[in-house]
């Protein structure tokens, strides 16, 4: 998990800050700062996990895996609030479709190097960052609705 902490350099450094103010700046009004807290802790858990176990990677660094999972957890609660999740809603639907996309890419790219960054992209990481971030959403989810029959 250590390992998340670390960076090929100060480009590197400077996506993972610059991705995590945007989460910060566009989902923070969703979290309270203990969610914030528990959200960033188990998304380095779960990434960790997930780069050990299910999609083994001999190295790993940078946060991008946690920050996807924020950034699908940011938005399903935001879709969640949302009074309307139809063409009102398309600024959510955007952002989804940039995701997807942007991992399209990334899968049809198999982990090329960026020089920009010095390295491989870790796209693993990514892939275990959203679905850590949808298996959180379907957690909460499962457990609001055992709330409202138990209610």
């Not at 989460?23 to 780069?51: D, I, K, N, R």
Request: aromatic content about 14%; overall charge positive.
């Amino acid at each position: 998990m250590a390992t998340q902490f670390v960076h090929l350099g100060g480009v590197h450094l400077g996506l993972n800050l610059a991705a995590l103010f945007v989460l910060a700046w566009g989902f923070g009004g969703l979290f309270t700062p203990q969610h914030w807290l528990y959200a960033f802790v188990g998304g380095l858990g779960w990434v960790a996990f997930y780069v050990s176990w299910l999609e083994p990677l001999a190295w790993y660094c940078g946060l991008s895996g946690a920050m996807h999972m924020h950034f699908v957890v940011g938005l399903g609660l935001a879709f969640a609030r949302s009074q309307d999740r139809g063409l009102k809603a398309w600024p959510l639907w955007l952002m989804v479709a940039g995701l997807a996309a942007k991992l399209t890419i990334e899968w049809a790219s198999n982990a090329a190097t960026d020089p920009m960054l010095g390295g491989p992209v870790a796209i693993e990481a990514h892939r275990g960052g959203v679905t850590g971030g949808l298996l959180w959403l379907a957690g909460l989810w499962t457990l609001r609705r055992s709330w409202r029959a138990a209610a």
